[in-house]
């Protein structure tokens, strides 16, 4: 193992503690090492109650957001060296505008309940068929929409938005980058369904373009570009009188028989 | 949520008539397919999205070219297998790719295309023709996307942060599952007319591994205790290319596009191996090409090799493998447009699982199971590439109907009955209560250096029964062994404890499977017993589990049309 | 959990501010042109007397420019300023406040500056303030 790093941990256990705290923990730490290596062999070696969520440990599957000195990134994909320089020691905090639950858990009910009120699913659903359906796009478009797609609801980008923090109301980086995705896939034909969620004071709208989303995305996302895209493809759809049509609850499919 | 600070008691909930555990790509499927008309639920540990599905990068396998047939794919499949697999599993299954694949594509999935706008695909390991389709080297997860997209339109109900201790059988038939809802520590009891395990591999009893912190094996483990069957849990995939250090996967597409493996002699050495297939053999005969290389002195001094992708070009490299680009530079600080990757292999997948037939269905009636955790077992002895998540769709599709005839089948099923909750009821609240006892995390980490160092790539009969040794001294500690957090709310602690259970239970069958098959099959490899043995050993190996540990049993390989041949590439 | 369909927020709130903003934006670019334009470089040498005024406002063009700019000035700042004022708001009743004080300010000041030039247009003021 290489050198000692200190990591300073807010904690806070709602069952015990009046307040968060913080807590300390010298760690070895080699090079390359990232901030959840660091975090596992707190738990595993110093302090086994310890709480953060974790999974795929590489930057795939966005368990392990958490503010890291000062900035929300994943855990696993920030390595302690490029950070541990600015204060001299690792700092982590729970990610913000969400409700502090425990240690560095928060709760994420806020921003799934947003994320499923823009509908984000290809509309409508086609006919079950076998046939191939070609989709020509051109190369710039689909590594556009491509790109969109890479989204692993780390929510990072609804933690170091602004408006998120001053306005509980706004979707949010994240459900609008979504929406993104669906209303410019050439298949999709649900942009009546998404209007009302979208062009609202608490949707697209609310949005100030200050490109937070954008600089802290760890999957590089252009979610600021998408989302004024997104405010165009509104207006148009405002001046040419769209009318927004309220979804109902998918119909009872009839159930599927085996195959072959 | 609730923070009473007393140890919370046993709620029951509503019925359920389908009741999926594990919201990975088989999980979601299987929710997809039941009868809209019964009442599902969905109970994942993580939030659905977190499920190592979208970890998958490579691709997903089907003949949908006119000059290739299914025919062609099960055939590869089989061979691949080294023909342990049931016949006519792979046969089903690659009959029914098609399907599966044009299904997610009207469902959203953004496939990499060609410039005619069909979609693309690229070869490999181990497959007679290019039939791997893809979205750049994110494939799990563009499938997974839009499973997950489809489960929201279908308003799925998604128990999120559950963590299922055990399944409850009352009357030789399933009546639910116990879990903990992990936000508040309560224990409950979900009483379900059938049951579907999703729930993935049990990388986690392996050191050097790709799978995620939550692959511990939790299904099998449960299945396992329950009563039912694993089958080959001996076979355990390696895969070739892991970035040593973190074991962060790099993709077999990568090998697919036409990456070279190179030894420190700067040797292509995959020709003195597999001459025809190359790099893109399959991931077994690789896997033991590399440690072979390494372990004969011709590797890095790490114990790794290099992977060159440069002449592959800047553009094929950032947008059909823009994910592998990124982990390069992100955990090795290596762009490998410009520097050949250093690659070692790592576990990857368990081939074996809860012992399941074509529709998924288990020993157990109301049981079912699909994914990793499902032996069908259309992957034998070693999988392909790019057919795990076939695997997922077609027989997490399969289980869904099937647990749905069951429901429409079978009535009622019994209640819970209490003596089932509270022999965990009681174990958690001393667990608790006795914070302070030895911590397990010592327990876990020599389980995965065990495993890692006995029963990897190569074995053999010494060290296996030296591990086995290992494993039972390891579950005698277990047993006073204890947690640091004596909390309700988010205990992870507590969690990561059960699940070193599970890896501990796991780990003991596949141990015993590879001790006792002495023979060398797919990714099973004992250097005392170099060849494979057909005469003695065509035929799965049934775990079942005492208290002793596993009782071995057997059941014979289906086979249809074709004959084990020697296995060349 | 399985998501409630959620109620349809107010139709096209939001979307008016943000257009006409950018409209704004692109018209004043091509006002505050003309203006500097004028003031300096198309009267090159021309001494400024209250005849030479008098003569420019006479003419369509010149009014043309100057309420045009002043319309497009008074909306663009009071949208922007109604945009910083709500802010940190998710009041509906104080946004609604915000915006017709904004209304009412904006109508204000350019029924100010018409009546400035009104005596050139119509020969005397429209009000005796």
């Known amino acids: 193992m290489g050198s000692d790093v200190l990591f300073q941990v807010m904690r806070y256990d709602p069952r015990r503690d009046v307040e968060p705290y913080w807590a300390e923990y010298p760690v070895a730490v080699d090079d390359g090492d990232t901030v959840l290596m660091g975090l596992m062999r707190i738990r595993e070696d110093i302090d086994g109650s310890l709480a953060f969520r974790a999974s795929c440990r590489s930057g795939i599957c966005g368990s392990d957001g958490m503010v890291i000195n000062g900035r929300s990134r994943l855990a696993c994909k920030t390595q302690v060296a490029a950070v541990v320089s600015d204060r001299g020691r690792v700092v982590l905090e729970p990610l913000r505008n969400l409700r502090y639950v425990k240690d560095l858990v928060v709760d994420q009910t806020p921003f799934w309940q947003k994320f499923r009120r823009v509908e984000p699913y290809l509309m409508p659903e086609e006919p079950r068929s076998a046939a191939e359906r070609p989709m020509v796009l051109p190369q710039a478009e689909f590594d556009r929409l491509s790109k969109a797609s890479d989204c692993i609801f780390c929510e990072i980008c609804y933690s170091e938005c602004p408006i998120n923090g001053v306005d509980r109301g706004f979707l949010g980086p994240q459900a609008l980058i979504k929406a993104f995705r669906f209303e410019f896939d050439p298949r999709d034909d649900g942009a009546a369904a998404r209007y009302a969620p979208l062009s609202n004071v608490e949707g697209a709208w609310r949005c100030r373009t200050t490109f937070n989303c954008t600089d802290s995305c760890p999957k590089g996302i252009p979610i600021t570009e998408g989302i004024q895209r997104l405010k165009r493809k509104l207006v148009g759809e405002l001046l040419s009188g769209m009318q927004p049509a309220y979804r109902t609850p998918m119909p009872v499919e009839s159930p599927e028989e085996t195959s072959s | ?569 | 959990m399985a998501a409630s369909s959620h109620p349809p927020a107010s139709g096209h709130a939001g979307a008016w501010p943000w257009l006409l903003q950018r409209v704004s934006a692109t018209l004043l670019l091509f006002f505050v042109l003309a203006h500097l334009w004028i003031e300096h470089f198309m009267h090159v040498g021309a001494r400024i007397t209250y005849r030479t005024v008098l003569d420019r406002l006479l003419q369509g063009f010149y009014v043309f420019v100057d309420a045009g700019l002043l319309a497009v000035v008074v909306f663009h700042g009071l949208n922007g300023l109604r945009n910083v004022l709500v802010e940190n708001t998710e009041n509906p009743a104080a946004v609604r406040a915000v915006t017709t004080a904004m209304w009412v300010l904006g109508v204000a000041t350019l029924a100010f500056g018409m009546d400035v030039l009104s005596p050139f247009l119509f020969g005397h003021p429209w009000f005796r303030l």
């Open chain 2, 1 to 569: 949520m609730t923070n009473t600070g007393k140890i919370p008691k046993v709620d029951q909930t509503t019925r359920y008539d389908v009741l999926v555990v594990g919201a990975g790509l088989a999980g979601l499927r299987a929710a997809l397919a039941v009868d809209p008309q019964l009442s599902c639920v969905v109970l994942s540990k993580v939030y659905p999205v977190r499920s190592h599905s979208v970890a998958a990068q490579g691709g997903i396998n089907a003949a949908l070219d006119a000059e290739d047939q299914w025919q062609h794919h099960a055939f590869d499949t089989i061979k691949g297998s080294d023909y342990l697999a049931d016949q006519d599993a792979a046969e089903f299954m690659c009959e029914d790719a098609q399907r599966a694949v044009y299904e997610m594509e009207h469902w959203g999935t953004l496939f990499s295309r060609r410039p005619d706008g069909r979609i693309a695909q690229r070869s490999f390991g181990g497959q007679g023709y290019p039939r791997a389709c893809y979205a750049a080297d994110k494939t799990g997860r563009a499938l997974y996307q839009t499973l997950f997209e489809r489960a929201v339109a279908r308003r799925i109900a998604v128990f999120e942060e559950f963590f299922v201790l055990s399944l409850v059988v009352a009357e030789r038939r399933v009546a639910g599952v116990l879990a903990i809802e992990i936000a508040s520590g309560r224990l409950i009891a979900i009483p379900a007319r059938a049951v579907i395990f999703a729930t993935g591999g049990a990388g986690m009893m392996y050191a050097r591994t790709t799978n995620p912190y939550i692959a511990t094996g939790d299904g099998l483990a449960i299945a396992y205790r329950a009563g039912v069957p694993l089958k080959d849990m001996e076979f355990v995939q390696f895969h070739p290319t892991t970035l040593p250090g973190m074991n962060v996967l790099i993709t077999e597409g990568a090998r697919g596009e036409g990456a070279y493996l190179l030894n420190a002699e700067h040797d292509r050495f995959m020709g003195r191996y597999a001459p025809k297939l190359m790099e893109v053999a399959p991931r077994d005969i690789v896997s033991r090409a590399i440690e072979t290389e390494i372990l004969e002195g011709r590797g890095f001094a790490d114990a790794y090799v290099h992977l060159d992708l440069r002449h592959l070009g800047d553009d094929l490299i950032r947008h059909r493998l823009s994910e592998i680009y990124d982990f390069a530079i992100t955990y090795r600080g290596i762009n490998p447009v410009r520097d050949p990757v250093p690659v070692q292999p790592g576990q990857h997948y368990i081939m074996g699982g809860i012992a399941t037939g074509i529709e998924g269905q288990t020993e157990l009636a109301g049981l079912y199971a699909a994914g990793e955790c499902a032996a069908v077992s259309v992957h034998g002895a070693n999988r392909l590439g790019a057919n795990s998540l076939l695997d997922t769709l077609v027989f997490g599709r399969q289980a869904g109907l099937a647990a749905s005839r069951f429901c429409r089948e079978a009535g009622q099923g019994p209640p819970i009955p209490e003596q089932h909750w509270q022999g965990w009821a009681d174990r958690l609240a001393d667990l608790r209560s006795h914070a302070g006892r030895d911590h397990y995390a010592p327990i876990r980490r020599q389980l995965r250096a065990t495993m890692t160092d006995s029963v990897g790539t190569f074995r053999d009969a010494k060290h296996l029964a030296a591990a086995r040794a290992t494993l039972r001294a390891l579950r005698d500690a277990y047993a006073h062994a204890g947690v640091t957090d004596s909390g309700t709310v988010f205990n992870y602690d507590l969690l990561a404890f059960v699940e070193t259970g599970f890896l501990l239970d796991v780990a003991a069958t596949v141990v015993e499977g590879a001790l006792l098959r002495e023979e060398s099959r797919g990714a099973h490899w004992r250097r005392d017993y170099p060849a494979r043995d057909d005469e003695k050993f065509l035929k799965h190996f049934l775990f079942t589990w005492s208290a002793e540990g596993p009782v071995v049993g057997e059941a014979p390989v289906v086979v249809t049309h074709y004959q084990p041949k020697p296995r060349t590439y």
